[in-house]
Nanobody, 121 residues
């Protein structure tokens, strides 16, 4: 069974930093795009950052220069370093894999359960 488990969320003051991690289990090596999405109350889920197997990255304009996405292929993890956090960064952050290869076939569009990031003074 494929699982994506996020960790690292919490409460941080404006200007502070957090590092989110997503551990993927139940899949073999997959050529894919791993992404971090977020959803604030009353808003649509939005893409924050993504990274391909080859290391190509994309960022939402709102986080460029502040957030850094990375992945460890060997450990099957993806991380999001968030610096200079702002009130508007507060949301539930979700890890996503567009495809994951398993012994039973391909799992498409897999999501984690989310981790809460709260920005407050």
């Amino acid at each position: 069974q494929v699982r994506l488990v996020e960790s690292g969320g919490g409460l941080v003051q404006p200007g502070g930093s957090l590092r989110l991690s997503c551990a993927v289990s139940g899949s073999i090596f997959s050529r894919n795009v791993m992404g971090w999405y977020r959803q604030a109350p009353g808003k649509q889920r939005e893409l924050v950052a993504s990274i391909t197997t080859s290391g190509s990255v994309k960022y939402a304009d709102s986080v460029k220069g502040r957030f850094t996405v990375s992945r460890d292929i060997a450990k099957n993890t993806v991380s999001l370093q968030m610096n200079s956090l702002k009130y508007e960064d507060a949301a539930v952050y979700y890890c996503n894999a567009d495809r994951l290869e398993t012994a039973r076939g391909i799992v498409w569009n897999a999501w984690g359960q989310g981790t809460q990031v709260t920005v407050s003074s």
